[in-house]
């Protein structure tokens, strides 16, 4: 990979905060262009820290941040002007509409009016807010505000993406439309998106950062983070009456590569035992179904699921934190 094809690149990226708080810890990643990048991370992991020192709101303690070849900082306002930013939880000044905001938004851009106009109708309309045009903002919900915070950020056509949380305070009818947005703009618009929604961002990326207190616990392709599941499982919905789903849990008990079945009304979580092939498996899902007389609502697989591999790696990091602190080789004893 070229160095032109990277467009965020940062090298022992560390933030600490008035010699207190560690937010950043030696952070190393990098973005390729028309890539959907996702951070994911607990609350306090350093997601919103990482989008703020790529932006160069903040100055990092140690290390450095590239963006699109140049090292980003307070003064690198040409930067910013090529990305387009979401913070959590956007703030805008409340007498001012949709119309008046994203109109103020393309001037500070350097946009005329023949290109402003246009382009803010069809993002009002792009992010649903057509209905509430001429509502002064302080009047929005928090979704509202996200919405309005994803037009303003689209405003002046930028490179590169930086959304923070894009689906805060988003009914399921908003987050479906803001994830049909960046499906959209893959691969001509190079998106970073920090969110705790799991399925988000199994929905859309196609690389990952994983961050646990600090550090970059893995970087790398969506595919490549669920590969590292240790145990398989699949998961099958059906609806069916009471006599099919007990075929259903009596055909899967004899199947070999079955583990214990776990039930839940029609919801059953099937582990696969080592060395057994999920196509396989599948297939026999679907034999048991068909036998069983039942209506196959949904059928997914545990090495298919972002969550899994994620919550298993911040297990593995929280396992290994005593022996990194004491720098991978355990207490040296000292002479008495």
């Given at each position: 990979?070229?160095d032109d094809?990277?467009?965020?690149?940062?090298?022992?990226?560390?933030?600490?905060?008035?010699?207190?708080?560690?937010?950043?810890?030696?952070?190393?990643?990098?973005?390729?262009?028309?890539?959907?990048?996702?951070?994911?991370?607990?609350?306090?992991?350093?997601?919103?820290?990482?989008?703020?020192?790529?932006?160069?709101l903040?100055?990092?303690?140690?290390?450095s941040?590239?963006?699109?070849g140049?090292?980003?900082?307070?003064?690198?306002?040409?930067i910013?002007?090529?990305?387009?930013y979401?913070?959590?939880?956007?703030?805008?000044?409340?007498?001012?509409?949709?119309?008046?905001?994203?109109?103020?938004?393309?001037k500070?851009?350097?946009?005329?009016?023949?290109?402003?106009t246009?382009?803010?109708?069809?993002l009002i309309?792009?992010?649903?807010?057509?209905?509430?045009?001429a509502?002064?903002?302080?009047?929005?919900?928090?979704?509202?505000?996200?919405?309005l915070?994803?037009?303003?950020?689209?405003m002046?056509?930028?490179?590169?993406?930086?959304?923070?949380?894009?689906c805060?305070g988003?009914?399921?009818?908003?987050?479906?439309?803001?994830?049909?947005?960046?499906?959209?703009?893959?691969?001509?618009?190079?998106?970073?998106?920090?969110?705790?929604?799991?399925?988000?961002?199994?929905?859309?990326?196609?690389?990952?950062g994983?961050?646990?207190?600090?550090r970059?616990?893995?970087?790398?392709?969506?595919?490549?983070?669920?590969?590292?599941?240790?145990?398989d499982?699949?998961?099958?919905e059906?609806?069916?009456?009471?006599?099919?789903?007990?075929?259903?849990?009596?055909?899967?008990?004899?199947?070999?590569?079955?583990g214990?079945?776990?039930?839940?009304?029609?919801?059953?979580?099937?582990?696969?035992?080592?060395?057994?092939?999920?196509?396989?498996?599948?297939?026999?899902?679907?034999?048991?179904?068909?036998?069983?007389?039942?209506?196959?609502?949904?059928?997914?697989?545990?090495?298919?699921?972002?969550?899994?591999?994620?919550?298993?790696?911040?297990?593995?990091?929280?396992?290994q934190?005593?022996?990194?602190?004491?720098?991978g080789?355990?207490?040296?004893g000292?002479?008495?």
């Amino acid at each position: 990979m070229g160095d032109d094809e990277i467009i965020i690149r940062t090298r022992s990226l560390t933030k600490i905060y008035g010699s207190r708080t560690i937010a950043l810890n030696g952070v190393d990643l990098s973005v390729r262009r028309g890539s959907v990048f996702g951070f994911l991370g607990p609350n306090g992991a350093g997601k919103t820290t990482t989008l703020r020192l790529i932006l160069g709101l903040q100055q990092p303690s140690a290390g450095s941040v590239e963006v699109f070849g140049t090292r980003s900082g307070p003064n690198t306002s040409g930067i910013r002007a090529r990305i387009g930013y979401l913070p959590t939880n956007p703030e805008f000044p409340p007498d001012m509409t949709p119309i008046t905001y994203l109109d103020f938004v393309g001037k500070l851009c350097g946009m005329n009016r023949e290109a402003r106009t246009p382009r803010l109708a069809g993002l009002i309309r792009a992010v649903g807010l057509l209905h509430a045009q001429a509502r002064r903002v302080g009047t929005f919900s928090t979704g509202m505000r996200t919405r309005l915070g994803i037009a303003a950020s689209l405003m002046h056509d930028p490179e590169l993406i930086v959304w923070d949380e894009p689906c805060s305070g988003l009914d399921p009818a908003g987050r479906r439309h803001t994830m049909d947005l960046i499906r959209w703009m893959a691969g001509a618009k190079t998106v970073v998106v920090s969110s705790h929604i799991l399925t988000d961002i199994d929905q859309v990326c196609t690389h990952v950062g994983v961050l646990s207190e600090g550090r970059l616990i893995f970087c790398g392709e969506v595919a490549e983070m669920k590969r590292q599941i240790r145990i398989d499982a699949i998961t099958v919905e059906l609806l069916a009456s009471e006599d099919s789903l007990a075929s259903f849990v009596g055909q899967a008990k004899a199947c070999a590569w079955v583990g214990d079945v776990a039930r839940e009304g029609g919801r059953f979580i099937l582990p696969v035992t080592d060395g057994a092939a999920i196509a396989t498996a599948l297939s026999d899902v679907l034999a048991m179904t068909r036998k069983a007389e039942a209506e196959l609502i949904s059928v997914t697989t545990g090495l298919g699921r972002v969550e899994d591999a994620y919550l298993q790696m911040l297990e593995d990091d929280g396992a290994q934190g005593f022996m990194r602190a004491c720098g991978g080789n355990g207490l040296s004893g000292g002479e008495a």
